[in-house]
T-cell receptor, first 114, second 116 residues
């Protein structure tokens, strides 16, 4: 069975600091990888995804993630965070041909101090 | 374009009762997935329906069931409720079943179920 680990449960940063959130998964086959974000009071929404091709994926609001297959990792990065990035971030994985059956990590709560 | 609509928003039930939750996907979307979110277990996949057929099922007991109607609306049912079923139940819709790079899941705001 797949599992997804997000190393940091809570992260506190000041505005303009750089962000990196770790995500590792356990599955030996071909996977699709996702980062979802939940802003306070809002529903989950897709930040970015990797299906194939260039392992460096760019998403909305200046976020990017890099898929490193040898490390089973898909870390999320942003060079300079803003107060509005305060949210909970979820990494998710699904196997090819598994439809919309995603395995989510436990989430990372990010607080950005103004 | 209206988003994914889940009703009711909040629900309180007692142990042993059953409950039905409803999800209306975005217009034109044919896939509906259900997830359970709890503080302890996080987000866990329940099942996915596409064109009225269950396509995938998560690791939940048979008390959890669902169905999809011809208009793509979906319901999930939990019978013989237990305290541990208290959770936020999220519905997500997409055009297809996730096999394309253009696919995207759109989540609803969820139904918060409390079992007393």
């Amino acid at each position: 069975a797949q599992s997804v680990s997000q190393h940091n449960h809570h992260v506190i940063l000041s505005e303009a600091a750089s962000l990196e959130l770790g995500c590792n998964y356990s599955y030996g086959g071909t996977v699709n990888l996702f980062w979802y974000v939940q802003y306070p009071g809002q529903h989950l929404q897709l930040l970015l995804k990797y299906f194939s091709g260039d392992p460096l994926v760019k998403g909305i609001k200046g976020f990017e993630a890099e898929f490193i297959k040898s490390k089973f990792s898909f870390n999320l990065r942003k060079p300079s965070v803003q107060w509005s990035d305060t949210a909970e971030y979820f990494c998710a994985v699904n196997e090819h041909n598994a439809g919309n059956m995603l395995t989510f990590g436990g989430g990372t709560r990010l607080m950005v101090k103004p | 374009k209206a988003g994914v609509t889940q009703t009711p928003r909040y629900l309180i039930k007692t142990r042993g009762q059953q409950v039905t939750l409803s999800c209306s996907p975005i217009s034109g979307h044919r896939s509906v997935s259900w997830y359970q979110q709890t503080p302890g277990q996080g987000l866990q996949f329940l099942f996915e329906y596409f064109s009225e057929t269950q396509r995938n099922k998560g690791n939940f007991p048979g008390r959890f069931s669902g169905r999809q109607f011809s208009n793509s609306r979906s319901e999930m049912n939990v019978s013989t409720l237990e305290l541990g079923d208290s959770a936020l139940y999220l519905c997500a819709s997409s055009l297809g079943t996730g096999g394309s790079t253009n696919e995207k899941l759109f989540f609803g705001s969820g139904t918060q179920l409390s079992v007393l």
